[in-house]
């Protein structure tokens, strides 16, 4: 059975081309490695996956930046464009349903990174408003730039800093790595003392050899999936990370810039005493920040309607700064970001910054339906 079109598609389109935005057909069908290789692990495991004839791993077209992103950079398109679109997207969704319609905008190449992240936040506000008539709605705002220059601020070894920010926007996740960043060193177990000397010292090259030695002597060199090489450096990462650990002060400093919840317009102020009073700085970080707020108010956003949370991310992977979603009586109605790596990965020769967001139109066709005693309109 085809999903039919909710009936304000049409409306949407229209809004968005007031927006300077030229609407996009994306093909259903798409190469599946960009979505495995860049969408974050929440998305890969929803999707669904194909093959052609020829064996190209192909999927259901689960969502619609990366393709609108490689669109852009096949046909060479100059920059900043603003891309607008409306479809099917398929996935496995928690809350029921294989598809659905998503419809949103995607803006490309301004080099205004406060302007265009204040236009994407209006944008998907306004298209709500005219949607949704008089329903109450909320915007809950991140910045994952913010979260990493505090995890950068903290000394820990990229490879924690890494988990760190993977983990953003999963409270779950980052409780369980703060309470492994918060026990003391455990020792990689099932060494002798001599290749426990070498891992103690950091000899990734003389531990290298002498996995090879006994891998030759025992024959299974010749049947090995990795190098000793590779082994070694495996090893010494994974002493590197379980010997790191924060210490009680720096874990508060985390903890507490996680815990911030304010008000966007009292947000500035807030994030600054955070920094002072933990003794961190983060001043290029909070600079991007204060610009977007500015940017907000200059375009005339109703920031009494918002809130900054230190905690709150999105579970894709390939974000980069701003986040954010807009809720009406506990619904997720739209959600975006910023992506300025995205590009650059999918093959664009120069990096092109890039921000957007999309609406769930089944969720938004619920709503408007009990705004009218349980008919659509």
């Not at 059975?1 to 949407?12: G, R, S, V």
């Not at 692990?41 to 093959?51: A, G, K, P, Q, S």
């Not at 309470?179 to 090259?205: F, K, R, W």
Request: a negative charge.
């Amino acid at each position: 059975m085809t999903l039919k079109q909710p009936e304000f598609a049409d409306d949407i389109l229209s809004l968005f081309s007031q927006r300077s935005t030229q609407t996009v057909d994306i093909p259903v069908i798409q190469p599946a490695d960009p979505f495995l290789d860049m969408a974050g692990e929440d998305l890969r495991r929803r999707i669904f996956l194909t093959e052609s004839e020829t064996g190209q791993s192909l999927c259901l077209r689960p969502e619609f930046t990366i393709p609108v992103c490689l669109r852009h950079i096949e046909l060479a398109s100059g920059t900043p464009q603003r891309y607008a679109y409306l479809g099917q997207v398929f996935r496995q969704r928690r809350d029921g349903g294989n598809e659905f319609f998503q419809a949103g905008i995607e803006d490309l190449g301004n080099a205004d990174t406060a302007a265009a992240d204040a236009a994407a936040i209006m944008d998907a506000g306004d298209t709500l408003s005219v949607l949704l008539p008089g329903t109450a709605l909320a915007t809950t705002i991140g910045d994952q730039t913010v979260f990493e220059a505090v995890v950068a601020a903290l000394g820990l070894p990229d490879g924690w800093q890494t988990r760190l920010i993977r983990a953003f926007g999963d409270q779950d996740q980052l409780d369980a790595l703060l309470a492994g960043l918060s026990q003391p060193p455990i020792d990689v177990p099932g060494l002798d003392d001599e290749a426990a000397a070498l891992l103690a010292t950091g000899d990734e090259a003389g531990l290298a050899a002498l996995i090879d030695t006994r891998m030759t002597a025992t024959g299974y060199l010749s049947n090995a999936s990795r190098t000793p090489a590779e082994i070694a450096g495996r090893l010494i990462e994974k002493a590197r990370l379980s010997s790191a650990h924060l210490d009680a002060k720096a874990l508060d400093v985390l903890k507490t810039f996680l815990a911030l919840n304010a008000p966007l317009a009292d947000a500035p102020g807030a994030l600054a005493a955070f920094a002072r009073i933990a003794g961190i700085d983060i001043s290029a970080a909070l600079a991007g920040f204060d610009e977007r707020v500015a940017a907000l108010k200059d375009i005339g956003f109703d920031a009494s309607t918002a809130r900054y949370r230190a905690a709150f991310g999105r579970p894709l992977d390939y974000y980069t700064g701003l986040v954010f979603e807009v809720t009406a009586q506990g619904s997720v109605l739209a959600g975006g970001g910023r992506f300025d790596r995205l590009l650059t990965l999918l093959g664009a020769r120069t990096a092109i910054p890039a921000v957007g967001f999309s609406l769930w139109l089944d969720r938004i066709a619920n709503m408007r339906a009990q705004a009218n005693g349980g008919a659509g309109r």
